[in-house]
């Protein structure tokens, strides 16, 4: 007799927030102060309905992936973002528009059979995309629940081809302080970079993401491109990527170059492991403020410890 056992962060079908729900744009009709959306920011309209990619949204949502609290509401997920190119503040996605996403390219390079420059366009219509229900945790404690779109990122790491050699990806973000600000702050180490095991690319939970809230990305989640690993702290989730590299030696992270005693390579979350200035044991949901205890791994525990087996000596979580 077959016994399906749910994971621990997985609810009911029932208890998920049907999709009619999120996808209400009543809130984008309240105009409160701050609010970026097709109401108070046509310019974004305009941009959204001219992608060229638009026909592919939404997209088939995959059933595995579930939630254990409601989707947070797309205005306020909109409208609080960590992008510091465009500044330190939470309230970047009006900055966050002067980034011009067309034409975008991405360089995939380092231990390849062949490197080689894609379009970005040409690359998502290789891709089979699909909606996945994730949570993200960041290390300041605050956590949403968001409808990405994407595909895959071991779908990418096999059309790159690596070589036996691989054994990490570096990511690279877009590097252009005259549209994007906070790059004109020179104690940062501007372009933004992130990296990856090769293991922890290929796991089915890790996604390159190209659309939210069933459209494509809008500029302040990091269009046209972005990284969602969602048992990682947020950080770890690097926004308009233009490189991808193969490499043999382990990247140094933006954020472990900046603050090496706060922001690890590894960044996996954990409740009993505090931020050197804050504790991590809860966390609060982003218009709600409803608390909830955090969960090891953010709760991916059964898709992703396997990664880190053996690895004790590793600081693992910070």
């Known amino acids: 007799m077959l016994i399906k056992r749910p994971r621990g ?27 970026i959306g097709a109401a108070t920011l046509p310019g974004l309209a305009r941009a959204q309905a001219a992608d060229p990619t638009a026909d592919l949204y939404p997209a088939p949502r995959n059933e595995s992936f579930v939630l254990d609290r409601p989707v947070t509401d797309e205005s306020i997920a909109a409208n609080y973002n960590n992008f510091y190119e465009f500044g330190s503040s939470k309230r970047v996605a009006a900055a966050a528009q002067a980034l011009r996403t067309r034409p975008w390219t991405v360089v995939i390079d380092g231990l390849v059979e062949e490197e080689r420059t894609l379009d970005f366009d040409d ?10 229900l994730y949570r993200l945790r960041c290390v300041e404690t605050w956590a949403m629940a968001v409808p990405w779109t994407g595909f895959p990122l071991a779908d990418l790491v096999a059309m790159a081809r690596p070589l ?140 992703v410890a396997g990664l880190y087996a053996a690895m004790e000596d590793e600081p693992l979580f910070m």
């Open 9 to 35: 962060w997985e609810l009911p079908e029932s208890a998920a927030t049907p999709e009619r729900v999120w996808l209400s744009r009543r809130s984008l009709m309240l105009g409160g102060a701050g609010l």
């Open 123 to 132: 690359l998502i219509r290789t891709m089979t995309l699909e909606e996945r």
């Open 164 to 303: 036996s050699s691989a054994r990490y990806l570096r990511f690279e973000t877009f590097l252009d302080p005259e549209v994007a600000r906070g790059q004109r702050q020179t104690w940062y180490s501007w372009p933004y970079v992130e990296g990856v095991t090769m293991a922890e690319a290929t796991n089915e939970l890790a996604f390159l993401v190209t659309g939210v809230y069933g459209k494509p990305l809008a500029n302040q989640f990091g269009a046209p491109l972005r990284l969602a690993l969602p048992w990682k702290y947020g950080f770890k989730s690097i926004k308009s990527i233009v490189r991808i590299s193969f490499t043999a030696e382990r990247p140094v992270s933006f954020w472990e170059r900046q603050g090496p005693t706060e922001y690890g390579f590894w960044a996996n979350v954990n409740p009993e492991v505090p931020h050197p200035r804050w504790s991590q044991a809860r966390e609060r949901m982003l218009g709600t403020d409803e608390e909830f205890p955090t969960q090891l791994f953010n709760g991916y525990g059964e898709w």
